[in-house]
């Protein structure tokens, strides 16, 4: 009888990490055989059956596929007449853990008595590779309901919710306050007191007792085994004889990093994507005489003790200024910047704005000029699509994209975020107003989805309120451009005739020299400047 690797979901294929049997071995139906990691998680994958392990047809590094086959079983005659007795188990199940039970192993417990065991996952995270717990709200042994809170966690962006999306007890509590986790980490276990269907693409996911392996027939023996054996299979990129798994050996290869010299912290001296960071991190910090670091890289600056010249005080930055900071030294290093400057002649603009404030007290918006802004950005950027692009990542090509999604600086207690307005091309300027209204609220109240933020396209910073009359906004990378908005003023324009008082806005445009020059920069802003100063080109 054949041990066939189970269903892997959307998973093409897994490596082998462990072997956790040898030929002449008696295992149960729920013994590990071996272990196989994803790029997101690890699993042991069960025997399905009693018996003798007969033959091994894998090693330690292969790829694997759904419905490869592992080894083969000598079953006995007692644990065949039982299971021809037994109710056949739910299929598909998928053991998410990490070899030698970690915090954020996902357990498997099988319906007993008509209950059910359930896994609270972290959910999709988007690019974000990982996020801090900073609040538990759930205990063990407590009764909980679709929509209370579990946990909050927060990412260098923003703060995130995750609620307990089934009726129940919870069992346990997985995290603590400080923890770094990742999508599909195990947050919690919940009992379902009756049985239910656990949401989709949710961060609850129901895990069941492994489907046995059917009994082998005349066409199951006859269908070839896949990676039947190791010179069959293909082998992870990287140094075969470091133990890391397929995620890790990407980043490393990703960042340059030789995983032969990387230490790993992990079971069984495992190379960790946290190894493989401190590795690269730690070249990065190395002292600019250092011999090995590189005669390029930036020279430190000098320590200056300040308690020599009166009374000081230290405060912690938050995690989001700290991120905040790297992201923005990250892209002035990395980005050659341009800063173009113009001004807008918004007045009548503001006229029609102010005749409409009724309206808005009614619908309960705040009509700023910013949605107005927005509206006209779309259309620039429509008529100018290099600035709503992107460099590829080897500096070869520009990427147009063909959607426009809005980014609008938010500045909260914790530091600055930028929500995207999605789809900001498609919404008049009500629907932008309530939009823009609603992603500051949420920022400045740590309410933000994840997905609020990201695949912004072009980004907004107004400083408007603040006053000044231009500044040099830091492009938000992997973006082209960024918009400063001043504070408005009136000043005196000439008109033909004689100078007249009219309401200028100025306006600072910083692109990426790469791939925007300054005849680029210079259509985008006289685009602008004459959408805002006639708006009824927006309805155009």
Not at 212 to 220: E, L
Not at 288 to 308: G, M, R, W
């Amino acid at each position: 009888m054949n041990i066939v690797l189970p269903s892997l979901g959307d998973i093409d294929e897994v490596e082998v990490t462990e072997i956790c049997v040898a030929v002449g071995d008696v295992v149960g139906a729920e013994d590990s055989v071996i272990v196989i990691e994803s790029d997101k998680a690890s699993m042991e994958v069960p025997a399905g059956h009693q018996g003798t392990v007969t033959k091994l047809h894998i090693s330690v590094g292969d790829m694997l596929s759904e419905g490869a086959v592992i080894g083969s079983l000598s079953e006995s005659e007692e644990a065949t007449t039982a299971e021809s007795a037994a109710e056949p188990a739910p299929q598909d199940a998928r053991v998410e853990s990490e070899p030698e039970q970690s915090p954020n192993d996902a357990i498997v417990a099988a319906p007993a008595g008509g209950q059910q065991t359930v896994q609270i996952l972290v959910p999709d995270l988007g690019d974000i590779e990982q996020v801090e717990v900073i609040e538990v709200a759930g205990q063990p042994g407590t009764v909980v309901s679709p929509g209370d809170l579990l946990v909050v966690l927060e990412s260098d962006k923003a703060s995130m919710e995750i609620p307990i999306e089934v009726s129940g007890m919870l069992l346990e509590i997985n995290v603590a306050v400080g923890d770094q986790v990742s999508a599909g980490s195990l947050l919690a276990l919940a009992r379902l007191d009756a049985p239910q269907q656990p949401p989709t693409e949710t961060a609850a996911q129901l895990e069941t007792a492994p489907q046995p392996v059917p009994s082998a027939s005349p066409a199951t023996e006859a269908k070839p085994p896949q990676d039947s054996s190791p010179s069959q299979s293909r082998r992870s990129g990287g140094d075969a004889t470091v133990y890391a798994g397929p995620a890790t050996r990407r980043l490393a290869r990703e960042i340059g990093v030789p995983l032969k010299q990387v230490l790993g912290s992990g079971n069984r001296g495992r190379v960790t994507k946290d190894d493989v960071k401190a590795w690269a991190k730690a070249k990065l910090n190395q002292p600019a005489n250092s011999p090995s670091s590189s005669s390029s890289a930036l020279p430190a600056l000098p320590e200056v003790d300040f308690t020599k010249f009166g009374s000081v005080e230290e405060v912690p930055l938050s995690r989001i200024q700290k991120q905040v900071a790297a992201n923005m030294h990250r892209s002035w290093v990395n980005i050659p910047h341009v800063t173009q400057h113009a001004q807008a002649d918004i007045d009548d603009m503001e006229l029609f704005r102010q005749s409409m404030k009724a309206e808005a007290q009614t619908r309960g918006v705040k009509l700023s000029p910013l949605p107005f802004i927005i509206k006209a950005v779309c259309h620039a950027l429509a008529a100018h699509p290099k600035l709503n692009g992107s460099v590829s990542a080897d500096g070869e090509n520009l990427v147009f994209k063909h959607y426009i999604n809005v980014g609008i600086a938010v500045d909260t207690p914790e530091g600055l975020v930028v929500p995207v307005l999605r789809g900001a091309d498609q919404l008049g300027i009500w629907a932008l107003a309530e939009k823009a209204q609603e992603l500051a609220e949420k920022a400045r109240t740590k309410k933000l989805a994840l997905d609020d933020l990201s695949g912004g396209t072009f980004t907004i910073s107004s400083l408007g309120a603040l006053g000044g009359t231009g500044f040099t906004p830091i492009i938000n990378a992997r973006e082209v451009a960024i918009l400063g908005v001043g504070q408005s003023g009136v000043q005196p324009v000439w008109r033909g005739e004689g100078f007249e008082p009219r309401l200028q806005l100025p306006l600072s445009l910083s692109y990426d020299h790469r791939v925007i020059n300054g005849t680029d920069g210079g259509h985008f802003m006289v685009t602008l400047a004459e959408l805002l100063g006639d708006i009824r080109l927006l309805t155009l």
